[in-house]
């Protein structure tokens, strides 16, 4: 009887097995073959074309008006003096009825002639004109004088469609090949290579070279990515291919259409990551997260009223994880928009209300280029060697700023040294209150210990660069 019941039940289970097994088998798509007919006439090839110059003169064997010159230029009828035409080949896909077209920038970048090609039976060796273009994103928009082009839409990078395991496609001319489409999955997201604002999805779709500013297609047939890189240790794709999600995309292109150049949000802050070891010296932060603000110039943040040591946690309602995050949020939000801030400051919470400038004309005057200091001397505490600043400090380090401590030497085998802090580093804040003085430092190292903190936070400035480090508290 038991083994009866025992057979019946193994059959149920294989039963609902077989049917979980069978609806997602289901699931899986038998075919890409109308999905990639019907997205097909929206893709581009692109050929780009440039000029690249050649040794001016008769290189440089004879000085000008020289009796041999002649000579040496009849071995160069046309004046060219060497220069030759190179070809590029890359992806694109069309956007609009119009005639723009999205690529990546590498594709078109230094181009004196951009071609276009349209899907097998469309027109052929169509000029392209350069919209504009966004090196920090690799994005760039061309347009083209036609009208009643098949295109395609951006879809929603972070929605159902775009999580890791669901499949993609991806279409473009790999390796010069022509129109080619390879069919994957999201292997992950949110990755970052370089760039400032890099947020990519990672695809095992195959994306070789010739695939650049392609689209990486959702199961709906919407633009989630535009393929850009590969990372390949001889140039072939192995699987992991990156695209440029539509979320960060779709704002470039629409700012490159408009104005013909992006025109970013900006915060106007210097910020770093919150570490582990800082969040027993930050008063009222239980994980390490947010954005730490360590300089805080003339600009939208300081009318804000924010602070040098602030913590960044929420921005225009989101939640900041990180400065990666903070820094892609800021620049998708439009340049004058008033934004809600809050900030952790000693302890508290405080709402600030900041209106965004824009980073490309605001970001270099705000901050200019730093010079590196180098070396000093005099109170030996937590295994720094530290001395107020004086005219020879200042000339020694070429430090500008005039209140702080100088690292002057340091023991190589304390924290300190582990976490990168060099002789003509400044010191100018301790447990997030200013220090210009020895005494000053020892007053707030006593109130983190009395505190019962086992580290306490440092603002350390090297050149015009700030960045907090939280160094241990020796034993009292």
């Known amino acids: 009887m038991l083994t009866a019941l025992f057979a019946a039940g193994a059959l149920a289970l294989a039963l609902v097995l077989a049917q979980a097994t069978s609806s997602e088998a289901q699931n899986r798509p038998e075919t890409f073959a109308d999905l990639a007919e019907q997205i097909s006439p929206s893709v581009v090839n692109i050929t780009t074309s440039t000029t690249i110059a050649g040794r001016t003169g008769p290189q440089g064997l004879v000085p000008e008006g020289s009796p041999f ?10 004046g060219r003096n060497g220069a030759r035409r190179s070809s590029a080949l890359g992806s694109g896909f069309v956007i609009s ?7 990546n920038n590498h594709v078109i970048e230094g181009a004196d002639e951009i071609l276009i090609e349209f899907f097998p039976g469309g027109e052929p060796g169509v000029p392209a004109e350069l919209v504009g273009t966004d090196p920090n994103t690799d994005i760039a928009v061309l347009k083209v004088d036609l009208e009643n082009l098949p295109y395609v839409a951006f879809g929603d990078s972070n929605g159902p469609g775009s999580r890791v395991g669901d499949w993609v496609m991806a279409m473009g001319n790999p390796l010069g090949q022509g129109f080619s489409v390879s069919a994957g999955i999201v292997s992950a997201r949110n990755r970052a290579l370089s760039g400032t604002y890099d947020d990519y999805i990672q695809t095992d ?25 590969i990372l390949s240790p001889n140039g072939g794709s192995i699987g992991i291919g990156f695209a440029m999600s539509s979320a960060v995309v779709t704002n470039v292109v629409d700012q490159l259409i408009e104005f013909g150049e992006t025109r970013r949000g900006w915060l106007g802050v ?24 360590t300089d805080v110039p003339a600009g939208p943040a300081e009318n804000a009223g924010m602070l ?21 949020i800021v620049g998708n939000s439009p340049v004058g928009k008033e934004v809600p801030v809050s900030v952790l400051r000693e302890g508290d ?42 005219p020879e400090l200042t000339d020694q380090f070429s430090l500008s700023i005039d209140e702080g401590l100088v690292i002057t030497s340091i023991d190589p085998d304390s924290e300190g040294a582990s976490k990168g802090l060099l002789e003509g580093d400044v010191i ?44 241990v508290l020796e034993d009292q």
């Not at 225009?316 to 892609?328: A, F, H, K, P, S």
């Open 428 to 471: 100018t804040e301790a447990g997030q209150q200013a220090v210009a003085t020895i005494a000053d430092l020892e007053t707030q190292i006593e109130a983190a210990s009395d505190a019962g903190r086992k580290s306490i936070l440092l603002l350390v400035r090297r050149g015009g660069d700030p960045r907090f480090v939280a160094l």
């Open 308 to 328: 040098s040591g602030d913590v960044i946690l929420n921005f225009d309602g989101i939640e900041i994880e990180d400065t990666r995050e903070l820094v892609r």
């Open 69 to 78: 010159e002649d000579f040496f230029n009849d071995l160069d009828p046309d």
């Open 349 to 390: 919470m405080e709402q600030l209300t900041v209106v965004l400038g824009r980073r490309e004309t605001s970001e270099a005057v705000a901050f200019p280029a730093s010079t590196e200091p180098e070396e000093a001397e005099q109170s030996e505490i937590l295994g720094l060697t530290l001395s107020e600043i004086t």
């Open 205 to 229: 779709a195959a994306i070789n070279r010739g695939n650049s500013g392609g689209p990486l297609f959702n199961m709906d047939g919407e633009v989630i990515g535009v393929n850009t890189a």
């Open 97 to 103: 009825d119009d005639g723009y077209i999205v690529t």
């Open 270 to 293: 210097r910020i770093q990551d919150v570490t582990p070891d800082m969040v027993d010296a930050i008063d009222g932060l239980d994980l390490a997260r947010g954005a730490l603000v």
